[in-house]
C-alpha cells in the first residue's frame, strides 16, 4: 500500500520541524497512540490501538526517525506486531518553506504493508484507514502549533 500527503502550516519551517521531532507532540497526534517510550536516540516503544473494519486491535512496536537533515527531511520506520497481525512501514518526510517563509508545506510518502486477519478481513480498506490516520496526524499538529 502506498500514502502521500501534503499538509500546510502557517510556521516557519523551523518551527515546524521542532514540531515534528517532539516525542511528546508526536505521541499526543497519533491516533489510537497508548504509549510512546523512548527507548534510545530517535527510536521509540509504541503501543496503538486501531480499528480498521470490524477489527480492533492493539500493536506493540517500534517507531524509529532516520536519515534526519534538519530542517529538510527525515524517515520514518513503523513496525508493529498484535493479535490481529502485524504493520511494517516507512515515509519519508519533507517540509518545505514559502518563498517568504511565513508557511511551510510538508509533503510526506509512505509505504505500508499489513498481514493476518487485519490485512485478509481489510485489505480494500486499509489504504483508506492510513489516509485517514495521517489526515488526523496532520490536523492535530496544525492545532498545537496554533494553540502554542
Not at 10 to 35: F, H
Not at 57 to 81: H, N
Request: hydrophobic fraction near 35%.
Amino acid at each position: 500500500m502506498e500514502i502521500s500527503g501534503s499538509y500546510t502550516f502557517n510556521a516557519p519551517p523551523d518551527r515546524v520541524w521542532k514540531l515534528l521531532m517532539d516525542p511528546a507532540v508526536i505521541s499526543s497526534c497519533i491516533p489510537g497512540c497508548e504509549r510512546f517510550d523512548p527507548e534510545g536516540e530517535d527510536r521509540y516503544k509504541v503501543t496503538l490501538t486501531v480499528g480498521l473494519a470490524a477489527i480492533t486491535g492493539t500493536y506493540e512496536g517500534t517507531v524509529v526517525l532516520e536519515d534526519k537533515i534538519e530542517p529538510a527531511s527525515y524517515r520514518l520506520i513503523v513496525e508493529g506486531q498484535g493479535r490481529p497481525g502485524f504493520v511494517q512501514g516507512s515515509a519519508a518526510s519533507a517540509p518545505r518553506g514559502s518563498g517568504s517563509g511565513t508557511t511551510t508545506a510538508v509533503a510526506m510518502t509512505g509505504t505500508g504493508q499489513t498481514g493476518g486477519p487485519t490485512a485478509r478481513v481489510g485489505q480494500r480498506l486499509s489504504g483508506g484507514v492510513a489516509k485517514m490516520m495521517l489526515d488526523r496526524f496532520f490536523a492535530c499538529l496544525q492545532a498545537k502549533l496554533e494553540s502554542g
